[in-house]
């Protein structure tokens, strides 16, 4: 926020300034911070050329009067001038053209650099009233005596033909129309072409990701992000505070609080294989539902019930659903949380299910685990007949390695082999494993049998026979085939 903050008004300086949408990159006709600036330029040149006007009216003045020994005043006019007077007075045009020249240039400059309509009029006010110093000086600090002596003082009378004002105002219209081209080639144009450039940089192109550094595996890793949200769909978070924040008593309805600063930074951190192992329990069956030995629990179910309601939005479902009630999102690849939650609805209890996500990276529980491997004890080590769950198995096969790959596996040259293998499977059942080239998922380099910790549990649960099992138990073979060859 920091950082975005100042990108933002930034943003809607040059959107404002130029008259742009904010999808738009090409101004229109009509700028309007584009014209503002104009005629604040126009009226500080104009500002300086009533100057620059006032001295060369003055000079002519000066040169037409007499010179003598003496500057006389006969009758409040002025008769005559002398040298060291008018060299004095000489002086002080060269030196006020020079400092309405520096002005003109600084002014004009400091105008057409100016983002923002509200700066530029506040610029502009402060430069007309830079101008009027010289008669803030005169009335303030000159002897009451000395201005009313040059207020009574006769206007010079000085001839004015046709021609030369046919001239002047000829120069006076060129030169009003350089005060208007010349500042705005000279910097309006490049200022306006820069301001695109700028929005170009920060909004245009594609916008739809994020990137960041992996300094362990340099490598650039990045995320495509949604082109667009909806304002009226707020995200998990953004429900979470605004809930919380006007919430006076009660627990939070989302937000799980850590008890300290380390805690906190541990908590941001920790992967779902990390927030699996910490749970002892199944959830579903010993905390959540109704007549669970810790159903109810004051320190726990408040804690449980926000991460629920999380789970369920965070899947686009309604806060109150049941686990029953979301047991047909249980496959999708990211829903984790749900089956930390829901072990039983999701199959984490029951060790014949899909093995897609079944291991604690995905959300199952060490506490689920443990029943699964329970039941698993009871059972004789035999494969499992051929059913429903090997289609399952099959139907999950591409969003599972989509998402732990973070791309279209189904796009890759050898996934017409890969999903061959599983149609086979599917097809023979346990029976297939024992096919030497049956038995390698071929994306991961996986064998079925030995399952994958961060992809889907041994196959080896299913078929013990096949995967060698009942001869030869490995680890990853279920308990009960292990007890077996013991005995």
Same mark, same amino acid.
């Given at each position: 926020l920091i950082l975005s903050t100042p990108q933002a008004e930034l943003i809607d300086q040059i959107n404002s300034f130029l008259g742009l949408g904010p999808t738009d990159f090409e101004p229109g006709f009509l700028q309007p911070g584009i014209l503002f600036c104009s005629l604040c330029i126009l009226?500080?040149?104009?500002?300086?050329?009533?100057?620059? &006007?006032?001295?060369?009216?003055?000079?002519?003045?000066?040169?037409?009067?007499?010179?003598?020994?003496?500057?006389?005043?006969?009758?409040n006019r002025l008769s005559s001038l002398s040298t060291p007077r008018l060299v004095i007075v000489l002086m002080s045009f060269v030196l006020r053209i020079a400092i309405a020249s520096i002005m003109l240039v600084a002014g004009v400059n400091w105008l057409g650099r100016t983002t923002s309509i509200t700066e530029l009029m506040l610029n502009a006010v402060a430069l007309n009233g830079i101008m009027d110093v010289d008669e803030l000086l005169f009335a303030g600090f000159i002897p009451v005596s000395v201005?009313?002596?040059?207020? &009574?003082?006769?206007?010079?009378?000085?001839?004015?033909?046709?021609? &030369?004002?046919?001239?002047?105002?000829?120069?006076?219209?060129?030169?009003?129309?350089?005060?208007?081209?010349?500042?705005?080639l000279l910097y309006l144009e490049p200022l306006t072409a820069g301001m695109v450039s700028i929005k170009w940089e920060m909004c245009g192109g594609n916008q739809t990701f994020v990137v960041a550094n992996n300094p362990e595996s340099q490598q650039i890793v990045g995320y495509r992000t949604q082109e667009a949200r909806n304002d009226q769909e707020p995200t998990l978070i953004e429900i979470a505070v605004d809930r919380h924040k006007f919430q006076e008593d009660g627990p939070p309805e989302y937000i799980f609080f850590s008890a300290s600063r380390t805690l906190f930074s541990a908590d941001i951190d920790e992967d779902m294989g990390g927030a699996s192992a910490r749970v002892p329990s199944c959830i579903e069956t010993e905390m959540l539902s109704p007549g669970a030995p810790g159903y109810g629990d004051p320190i726990f179910s408040p804690i449980l019930h926000a991460r629920m309601r999380s789970a369920l939005v965070s899947l686009g479902q309604p806060p109150g659903t049941s686990c029953e009630?979301?047991?047909?999102?249980?496959?999708?690849?990211?829903?984790?949380?749900?089956?930390l939650l829901c072990g039983d609805t999701c199959g984490c209890t029951d060790p014949f299910s899909s093995p897609w996500h079944k291991v604690p990276s995905q959300g199952c529980s060490n506490g689920c685990n443990i029943r699964t491997e329970n039941i698993l004890a009871t059972q004789p080590c035999e494969d499992q007949p051929r059913g429903d769950v090997w289609k399952e198995f099959r139907d999950g096969y591409a969003a599972a390695l989509s998402e732990f790959y973070g791309t279209n596996v189904s796009e890759v040259v050898i996934w017409p082999m890969a999903s061959d293998i599983l149609r086979q499977l599917e097809v023979t059942g346990c029976s297939g494993l024992g096919v030497p080239e049956l038995q390698v998922e071929m994306i991961s380099q996986t064998p079925w049998c030995q399952g994958h910790d961060r992809l889907f549990r041994p196959l080896a649960w299913l078929c013990p026979r096949s995967c060698g099992c009942a001869e030869n138990p490995s680890s990853h073979c279920p308990v009960n085939c292990k007890a077996n060859a013991s005995g």
């Open positions: 009226h500080w040149s104009l500002c300086v050329y009533k100057e620059f &006007r006032s001295v060369w009216l003055a000079l002519e003045a000066v040169i037409m009067t007499p010179r003598a020994s003496r500057s006389t005043i006969i009758e201005r009313q002596s040059v207020r &009574r003082l006769e206007p010079i009378k000085m001839k004015y033909s046709r021609s &030369r004002s046919q001239c002047e105002s000829f120069g006076l219209c060129l030169l009003l129309g350089a005060t208007i081209l010349v500042p705005y009630g979301v047991a047909h999102l249980c496959s999708r690849p990211d829903a984790r949380l749900l089956r």
